[in-house]
C-alpha cells in the first residue's frame, strides 16, 4: 500500500531500514533535547524519505517520543524552565484535542500527512526566523494569557494527533511567538506538555493499527539518552544563537524535505 495506510511492517524491516531509523533516531533524539521538541515532526519525513510506509513513519517515532521528551524535560525542570500555569492549561485542553486529532487519520492518506509535516514545520522555522521573541509575558493580563494558552494547545493538540506526534514541534515555537514566553522557558514547559500529549496519541494510533513496533524500537534506543544530552547542550548556548539554531534547522530541514517529496 503506497500510502502505508493501515499497513505497518512488523517482521518486514531490512537491516538498512533499521539503521537508518538508529541514525534517525539519535539525530533527532539530540535535536528534540536541545530545541524542546519532540522530534517526530522532523522524523516522520526523514523515515519516509528512507522507504517506510507514510502511515508508518507518521505513527511509529510517537512511542519514543514519552521517555526522550520526558528525560529531556528533567533538565529544564530542575533549572526552573517550566511554566506549571501553562502545562495545567495545557493538559486539560490538549489530551483530548490529541485524541480527535488521531482520530482523524482513519480517513485521511498518510503521503498527505507527510507533506503536511513538512509544510508546517517550514513555516514555524520562518516564523522563529524573522520573528522577535525576547519580550515576557504580560503579567497583568492573566485571562489573555489564559485564552492564548487554550487556543495554542488545542491546534497544537489536533495536529499532533493528526500528524503522529507529541505536538512539540508545534508547541515551542507557539509559546515563544504568541504566548511571548523566553526561548528557554517555552522549550522546557514544551517538552513537559509534550510528554503527556504524546501519551493518548500513541494509545489512538496503536488501535488503528499504524505503528510498527521494530521502528519504534530501535528509534527510541538511539533518541533516549541523546535527548538528555541536547537538553544540556541548550544550557551552555545564550538565547539568541538558540532561537536561530532552532529556527534554522527547522527551516533547512522541512525545506530540503519538501524539495524532494516524493
Not at 96 to 117: D, E, K, Q
Not at 129 to 152: I, K
Request: net charge positive.
Amino acid at each position: 500500500m503506497s500510502d502505508g495506510s493501515f499497513a505497518p511492517f512488523n517482521g518486514g524491516v531490512s537491516p538498512h531500514l533499521l539503521l537508518g531509523t538508529l541514525l534517525i533516531g539519535a539525530g533527532v533524539g539530540l535535536l528534540a533535547g536541545a530545541l524542546g521538541k519532540g522530534g517526530s515532526a522532523v522524523s516522520t519525513p526523514l523515515l519516509h524519505a528512507i522507504g517506510v510506509p507514510a502511515m508508518v513513519a507518521v505513527a511509529s517515532p510517537l512511542p519514543a517520543t514519552i521517555p526522550s521528551t520526558w528525560w529531556a524535560s528533567r533538565t529544564y525542570a530542575h533549572e526552573g524552565q517550566i511554566d506549571r500555569r501553562v502545562v495545567r492549561i495545557g493538559l486539560l485542553v490538549g489530551i483530548p484535542a490529541t485524541v480527535a486529532g488521531a482520530w482523524m487519520t482513519r480517513w485521511i492518506p498518510g503521503g498527505s500527512l507527510v507533506l503536511v509535516s513538512d509544510a508546517l514545520v517550514l513555516l514555524i522555522g520562518l516564523r522563529v526566523l524573522l520573528g522577535t521573541h525576547d519580550q515576557p509575558v504580560t503579567p497583568d493580563e492573566p485571562g489573555a494569557g489564559a485564552l492564548a494558552t487554550v487556543l495554542v494547545v488545542a491546534a497544537a493538540g489536533v495536529a499532533s494527533g493528526l500528524l503522529g506526534n507529541s505536538g512539540g514541534f508545534l508547541l515551542a515555537p507557539l509559546f515563544i511567538a504568541v504566548l511571548h514566553l523566553p526561548v528557554r522557558r517555552a522549550l522546557g514547559t514544551s517538552l513537559a506538555l509534550a510528554t503527556v500529549l504524546a501519551i493518548p496519541g500513541t494509545i489512538v494510533h496503536a488501535y488503528l493499527g499504524h505503528i510498527d513496533w521494530s521502528i519504534t524500537l530501535v528509534f527510541g534506543l538511539a533518541a533516549v539518552p541523546l535527548a538528555g544530552a541536547g537538553a544540556r547542550v541548550a544550557f551552555r548556548l545564550r538565547e539568541r544563537p538558540l532561537t536561530l539554531a532552532f529556527g534554522t534547522t527547522l527551516t533547512l530541514v522541512a525545506g530540503g524535505l519538501l524539495a524532494f517529496a516524493r
